[in-house]
């Protein structure tokens, strides 16, 4: 059985920084691209990132993410992360992250909250 399990989430001042990670198990981790998605309240969900497989492991990001998100993977852990700076209101949401590179998502967790208010 495939679960996706997130944390890091919280609540974070506008220009703070938070890490999200994803556990995931039931499946081969490292043959797989990976993706963060959100959704914000009252919105629709919205891709954020999605990191490749294989030794290349290269990344996208949504346009209003670059420079301020980083995703990375560790295959040896089966860990996603998200690392988040910069934050600003509007990146308040429910953070989730999915299996796969597909849209929309299939499989996703649970979902890890993060609010970003002063």
């Known amino acids: 059985e495939v679960q996706l399990v997130e944390s890091g989430g919280g609540l974070v001042q506008p220009g703070g920084s938070l890490r999200l990670a994803c556990a995931a198990s039931?499946?081969?981790?490292?043959?797989?691209?990976m993706q963060w998605v959100r959704q914000a309240p009252g919105k629709g969900l919205e891709w954020v990132s999605t990191?490749?497989?294989?030794?290349?492991?290269?990344?996208t990001y949504a346009e209003s993410m670059k420079g301020r998100f980083t995703i990375s993977r560790d295959n040896a852990k089966n860990t996603l992360y998200l690392q988040m700076d910069n934050l600003k209101p509007e990146d308040t949401a429910v953070y989730y992250c999915?299996?796969?590179?597909?849209?929309?998502?299939?499989?996703r967790g649970q979902g890890t909250q993060v609010t970003v208010s002063s």
């Open positions: 999915a299996k796969g590179p597909n849209w929309p998502p299939q499989t």
């Open positions: 039931g499946f081969t981790f490292s043959n797989f691209a």
């Open positions: 990191i490749f497989s294989g030794y290349y492991g290269g990344a």
